[in-house]
């Protein structure tokens, strides 16, 4: 069975159903990425896997357990982590103090080599460490969210628009440090983007999303040469 499958899976926001019947499937190691014009559902897809959807049917496995409306703190702990849209940090805590809180259900002992490992991989947290989240750069913030929730050690990490906002020459760094966490511990992902391109390129598989359900899915490089994914998403 997959790290983590949905299967028939529905759900939205009061009377407005968002999802409907969305199959998905994210091995373990394995980089998919979701994409999907606005308001397809790709962030509430995210939030239904997190259990930050009030109202959730069919089923979400993850390693081969039923999660589907669990408390979100619980599916935190079974080792999901989302790094949501607009990063929620917070901004009055410093960068070391976030990253702490990432941590805060842990009770082994690897913490602080965990926090070397990730400040060596983000430098300028490291240069940081000391300073408010809320003063620094927003590709600085978006590395810091990624880092705070690596401190989880999560089976998964969900992202949802990592590059939003971000300058291209930074999103491409933030791509690129995802591809090498991915590579160095096979960690698994689940990426909501815009930026297809580069998230294709860290990825093995791909879906398109549209009012809910998925329309298309296959290989990254698959999907990279459908030229009806290439003109709505990679524009060209
Ligand atoms: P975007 O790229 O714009 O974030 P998305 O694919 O992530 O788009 P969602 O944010 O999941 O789309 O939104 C899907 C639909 O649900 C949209 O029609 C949106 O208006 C609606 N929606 C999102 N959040 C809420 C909410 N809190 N209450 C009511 N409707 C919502």
Known sequence: MSLLELRGLGGGYGQVEVLRDLNLTVDEGEV???????????TTTLRAISGLLDRVSGDVFFD?????NK??????????????????????????ENLRIGAITRKDGGV????????????RLAER???AAGSMSGGEQQMLAIARALMARPRILLLDEPSLGLAPLIT??????LGEINKEDGLAMLVVEQNASLAL???????????????????????????????????F
Request: with cysteine; glycine share 12%.
């Open 32 to 42: 998919v990425v979701i994409l999907g014009a606005n308001g397809a559902g790709k």
């Open 64 to 68: 081969a357990s039923a999660i589907t």
């Open 71 to 96: 408390a979100a703190q619980a599916i935190a702990q079974a080792g999901i982590s989302h790094v949501p849209q607009g990063r929620g940090t917070f901004g009055d805590l410093t960068v070391d």
């Open 112 to 123: 602080e080599s965990d926090l070397a490992r990730w400040y060596e991989m983000f430098p």
């Open 129 to 131: 460490r000391t300073q």
């Open 172 to 177: 491409k760094e933030v791509f690129e440090r």
């Open 201 to 235: 390129a860290i990825a093995d598989r791909g879906c398109v999303l549209e009012t809910g359900s998925i329309v298309a899915s296959g290989p990254a490089s698959q999907l990279m040469a459908d030229e009806t994914v290439r003109k709505a998403y990679l524009g």
